[in-house]
């Protein structure tokens, strides 16, 4: 794909003029979603421009895994795939912890680093679990920067800090900014999160801060503001839009795919989506704002990356998207995925209630799964982890978000089939297995499950169709049920001679007349797969 012509390497400032200078490079959180989606930019420079002469990585090591296994690990990756040669030649490991005094640097390292002609620093290593202690987040995302700006005045480096646009709570048209602390003193709020956490808390509550991520960014920003900082806002960090590849999502399901991932796995159900539009942006259009906030951008800078409410999807698009590919795909049955649909759409026109459906179709089943130990151990650890995550997105998912930015929206990007090519991206964590490549899918017969009761239920959820044709529909999966194994459709071959014909056209399908079933088969599937968009036929014959 190019990249360049997709509009990839312009979301920023298209006018500005490229710095070509020679840089030498330190990146944290490499081995993150975000930090390889900016290595893999750096070495593309490099190979490109020429002008990344060199890239420290900070790692350390986790468990029995050392530096070196988790380097050879990112290198190995698919965001590394066709850089290779070139990571070899210039990413050097530089083994530190961000938790420790000094980035946890060896005096051996410091010296490398301050010898080497350090011109940036990008900083992307970050925790983004929204319920970890206020200690442990405020040792992570402001000890870490602090320690790491410090090194960057020492250095003479430039300091390219990675926040979120969310530090800004229930933004409306949040400007690139510091956000007001209404009296609070950032250092202040520091101390009292590192120690009894009294004035801390009391500020983030009455600040409206949802968790400990977004309050520990927002003191980070502060904080860094007061020396030379320069600051990238992304918004909820979806997958790649078209590097490395099609929605590559990296070794594990970001934000936005981990929604869908649960929703597959059943271990939530539902979420508290609204009829807002989503705040979502591609990763590889983040790695670009970052990339020119750093070589292009100015001291004291804050750059959102956050794209406009132009592509009109919102959260409940979202929702049914997801639905409806589960039920194309298997996961779902027509009528589990047609009540889905309604209680999100209820969910959606009033938000107060979802955390009541929450409880009642999240928490409680999980709850007594684990009680009841009625699952694989791995698979409860799964389930205690996750089956409250839809009340941890909320804050995002529920409210209304708008943000100022410079960022632009190539005119060739479709929000709704980057929605779809993350849905399939995401089915591989779901059921841990690769999508097969057929695109068969049976729509009747005995592998179905249900009664003519169920039938009848399934034939009134369907989207269209007069009463009779329901009545009939249903008549005909339950017949099919008895007399048939399986009836199969190709829908990708369907759905693709779909895609080639002008929608003002009249369509005439032509059965090959094996069995007058043809004819019922044909209306059966156009009722059954609403997703197709095909009305049921009016039937034409002679004697």
């Not at 964590?429 to 009664?451: C, R, V, Y």
């Amino acid at each position: 794909i190019n990249a360049e012509y997709m509009g990839l390497n312009n979301v920023v400032d298209p006018t500005a003029e490229p710095d070509k200078s020679p840089k030498v490079v330190l990146l944290t959180g490499v081995t993150g979603f975000v930090g390889q989606m900016v290595c893999r930019d750096l070495l593309i420079r490099a190979a490109k421009v020429g002008d990344i002469k060199k890239v420290y990585v900070l790692c350390r090591g986790r468990g029995t895994s050392t530096v070196q296994d988790r380097l050879r690990a990112v290198r190995d990756s698919e965001a590394i795939e066709g850089y290779r040669d070139i990571w070899d030649d210039i990413v050097t490991p530089a083994e530190g912890d961000m938790k420790e005094s000094g980035c946890g640097f060896s005096q051996e390292t410091q010296d490398l680093l301050k010898a080497s002609g350090l011109t940036h620093i990008l900083h992307c290593a970050a925790s983004v679990n929204f319920n970890q202690p206020l200690a442990d987040a405020a040792l992570i995302n402001v000890g870490g920067p602090l320690e790491m700006q410090s090194l960057a005045t020492k250095w003479n480096a430039i300091m390219v800090h990675v926040s979120t646009a969310f530090v800004r709570p229930n933004a409306r048209n949040g400007p690139e900014e510091l956000v007001d602390l209404c009296g609070y003193d950032a250092w202040e709020l520091y101390q009292s999160a590192m120690g009894n956490q009294l004035l801390a808390s009391e500020a983030m509550k009455r600040l409206g801060f949802p968790n400990t991520y977004t309050f520990t960014k927002c003191l980070a920003e502060h904080l860094l503001m007061r020396t030379t900082c320069r600051i990238t806002r992304p918004a909820i960090v979806g997958p790649s839009w078209v590097s490395p590849k099609v929605c590559w999502t990296g070794p594990k399901p970001s934000t936005l795919a981990a929604c869908f991932v649960l929703r597959y796995a059943r271990i939530s159900r539902t979420f508290g989506m609204s009829k807002n539009t989503t705040p979502v942006i591609p990763v590889d259009i983040v790695s670009q704002a970052i990339l020119h906030t750093a070589f292009q951008g100015r001291d004291g800078e804050i750059i959102n990356a956050v794209w406009g409410p132009e592509h009109g999807v919102t959260w409940y698009d979202v929702a049914r998207f997801t639905y409806q590919y589960a039920h194309l795909h298997g996961t779902y049955s027509n009528l589990s995925s047609s009540l889905y649909m309604t209680l999100q759409w209820w969910i959606a026109c009033q938000p107060s209630i979802f955390p009541r459906i929450h409880y009642l179709l999240n928490r409680l089943p999980a709850q007594f799964i684990v009680r009841l130990r009625l699952l694989k151990p791995g698979q409860l650890n799964l389930l205690e982890r996750y089956y409250d995550m839809p009340m941890v997105y909320l804050p995002f998912t529920g409210e209304h978000y708008t943000f100022q930015s410079r960022v632009k929206t190539p005119p060739v990007f479709d929000m709704v089939e980057y929605m779809a090519k993350t849905l399939e991206s995401s089915e591989f964590f779901a059921i841990n297995k690769p999508k097969p490549n057929s695109t068969l899918q049976t729509i009747a017969g005995s592998e179905t499950s249900g009664n003519i009761i169920t039938d009848l239920l399934w034939a009134n959820s369907q989207p269209r169709g007069s009463i009779p044709i329901r009545i009939v529909g249903a008549l005909t999966r339950n017949i099919l049920r008895m007399c048939c194994s399986s009836v199969v459709c190709d829908l990708g071959s369907f759905a693709a001679a779909l895609n080639e014909i002008n929608p003002n056209h009249v369509i005439v399908l032509a059965p090959t007349h094996r069995s007058y079933l043809d004819f019922v088969l044909v209306s059966y599937l156009c009722f059954s797969i609403p997703e197709l968009k095909l009305e049921v036929p009016h039937v034409l014959c002679v004697d």
